[in-house]
Each structure stands twice: as C-alpha cells, then as structure tokens.
C-alpha cells in the first residue's frame, strides 16, 4: 500500500538520502530512552535536480541532540532549544566558510555538486509502540512551523523511528522505511515523512541510505557548546573581574574548524584582546591577539565589529614562563596578558590582579549578552 502511494507521489517529493551515521545515531538515541518519546534535529542539503530528472534530493547528513532541559515523556517529547539552534548555526557557519574557500579554489566535479547552503530539514521522534506515522499534533505542529515566516521553510521532513519490530520486518524496494536490527533480535523502524507547503498531510519519502565516506562529513562540534560547564565557569570568571566579552566564530588560522573568539575590553586598557579557542579547547590551548579600541554601540553588527578589530590586530606571544594546561582558565592567560603587555592601569590597592586559577569556577554564571 505504501510503495503504491510513493508511486503515486513521486513527483510530489524529492529524492531522499541518509547518512548511514543517522541512523546510527537514532538507533543510540532510541536505545536510551526505551520507554519515552525522544528525537533530534536533523541538518542536511537540498539539493537542485540538475542530473535527476529535474527532481531535487534531500541529503541528511547529521542529527543533533537537545540538552538536558528536553521533555521525554510516554507520550511528550519536546525540543529545540537555544544549545541545539546554536550547534546548526555552528554547523552552518563552518560550512559556509568551507564553501567559500572551495569557490576560490580549483574545485571537481564533486565538489561543485554540494555547492548549497547546509540547513534544518526537520525533526525525527520516536513515539510509543508501533505509532509508525506522525500525530495530527506533528502535522499541525509542522503545518504552522512552514506557514510562519520567519522560518524561511516551505518543506520539513519528519522521521518516525518505532522499536520492537520483527527482525524480518525489512522493507521492499521503494518503502519509505529502513530497519536497524538490534541487539535483542528486534528491528529498529524509521519511516520517512515529507510535508511541504503545499501538502495537506504528510506524504511518504523513501530513503535511499549510503555509507559515510559517499557523503560530505561535517565539522567537530565546538567545546563551548560540548563542555557547557567549562564555558559556564570560563565566562563567569571573566564577568566576575569586570571584563567584556563578546563570542564570535571566525576563521582565525585558515582551517576548519573555525575558532571560537572572545573579543575582551575592560576598563582601564588601552588595548582589545581576542582570545582565541580552538574548538578542542581547553585540550588545546589559547592563543591571543591584540586591537586598538573601536567605537562600538549597541545597535552595531558584532560581526562586522569583529572584523575590524580583527584586521587592525596583531598576534601576541605567550607571556614569558606562561604554559597551559588543562586545570586553567581564561582568566588565568588575561592575568599574565596584562602583566607582560602592561594593558591595564595600575590599582592604587593593588587588587585585582591575582591569579584565579580557576577557584570557584564551576559556580560562575555565564551571559552571552555581554556587548562590548
């Protein structure tokens, strides 16, 4: 009955390929969250049909968690958080980089194919028993999520992804489900739902799956998002001392991943510092760069800001007898800044200066909306 539905529609959806990393990834989800609804956003490419009959492909090439603040109920799954937009965004941005390097560059023919933009497709959820279809909540949910536009969709894809199925529950050729055999001799069922702005309901989308290597792999995710903790305590500390900061993404050593940059100021310098954390920090360690001070309100483009202090700076050399190590902090690397580059005015009290190493950091707040 399905494969004569996808017949019927084929023209009224796109191709579909999935990363065999996808399903990986949902069959660990699912697997932790056996007696609630869970699920994830997925991030991927479509695709123009320029050598498929004028029909275009969706290529789902990664899922991305909620954190914690997720509901996972019998019968509730609710998502979308700030942490998970902000690793699409990062996704997006190391991407869009990537292109532009590959358009300055001798590219091959395969390369020109995955010259689109990387973006949301849409969420799968795991629902209870044998619930193989989305809810009339789902599509109403879906329907608004296309029809608001702000979003800038006019398409969303939603996998629905059941356990418990019969080992030799495969589907024919042309279903729009795949199966997962899992560790107990049951299958993993994820069915592919499409809906665009013209549907009125959800239309079957069969999956092609390719192996990893036969798809664009994309970048590691930052440690900012990674390690929350860390980056609570690390921006904690900087508020505590009085410091500005302002986080940006930028391409600071001409390679992806691209490095996540603090634009710091405090009253009293006569310079900007950029901290500069590769994406692996605190594993690896910071390096840092040195501005004159710019006019900035608040109303500026941060980015735009960014760029041209980044222009004007010049890279610094580690202080004399400083080396990092794990156990510090970013507080700790200003301290030495400012003492090797006589940065800041003297304190009549002398205070201020002395080293946290990091003390108390778990219990620090952070805000990303410090501007400087």
């Known amino acids: 009955m399905i494969s004569g539905r996808l017949n019927a529609l084929r023209h009224s959806v796109p191709n ?38 004028g029909i275009p492909t969706l290529y789902v090439l990664d899922t991305i968690a909620p954190d914690e603040t997720a509901v996972r109920q019998l019968h509730t799954f609710q998502q979308g958080d700030e942490r998970q937009d902000e690793m699409i ?9 990537g292109r532009e390097k590959r358009q300055s560059a001798d590219r091959k023919p395969l390369e020109t194919k995955w010259d689109v933009p990387l973006r949301y497709l849409g969420d799968w959820h795991k629902q209870p028993g044998f619930m193989i279809q989305p809810s009339q909540g789902d599509l109403m949910t ?43 001799d049951t299958c993993m069922r994820v069915d592919f739902w499409y809906l665009d702005s013209h549907s009125r309901d959800f239309l079957p989308i069969a999956p092609t799956v390719y192996p990893n290597e036969q798809l664009p792999s994309l970048v590691a995710y930052p440690w900012h ?64 760069r040195s501005a004159p001070f710019v006019e900035m309100s608040p109303d500026d483009d941060i980015y735009a800001v960014f760029e041209s ?35 800041r005015e003297k304190s009549p009290a002398g205070g201020g200066g002395e080293s946290s190493s990091g003390e108390g950091a778990e219990n620090g707040e952070s805000s990303s909306e410090d501007v400087l």
């Open 225 to 288: 998002l990674v390690k929350e903790a860390r980056f609570n305590a690390e921006y904690g500390l900087l508020q505590k001392d009085g410091l500005l900061t302002s986080l940006v993404l930028w391409e600071a050593s001409g390679e992806l991943p691209l490095a996540v940059c603090l634009l710091t100021a405090r009253l009293g310098w006569n310079r900007l510092l950029i901290l500069v954390t590769p994406w692996n920090y605190p594993a690896a360690p910071p390096t840092a």
């Open 89 to 97: 965004w990062w996704l997006q941005e190391n991407w869009r980089v």
């Open 142 to 184: 879906a329907k608004n999520w296309i029809a608001d536009p702000t979003n800038g969709m006019d398409f969303l894809l939603a996998p629905i992804v059941t356990l418990g199925h019969p080992s030799a529950s495969a589907g024919a050729a042309g279903a729009n489900f795949v199966t997962v055999p899992q560790d107990d």
């Open 16 to 53: 579909l390929v999935v990363a065999q990393r996808v399903l990986d990834k949902m069959a660990a989800a699912a697997s932790s969250y056996i007696a609630d609804e869970t699920g994830e956003a997925m991030v991927g490419l479509l695709v123009p049909g320029t050598h498929t009959n």
């Open 309 to 343: 202090v980044w222009k004007e700076s010049e890279p610094v050399t580690d202080p004399p007898g400083w080396s990092w190590s794990e156990g510090r902090y970013l507080i700790d690397y200003i301290y030495a800044l400012e003492a090797a580059l006589d940065i």
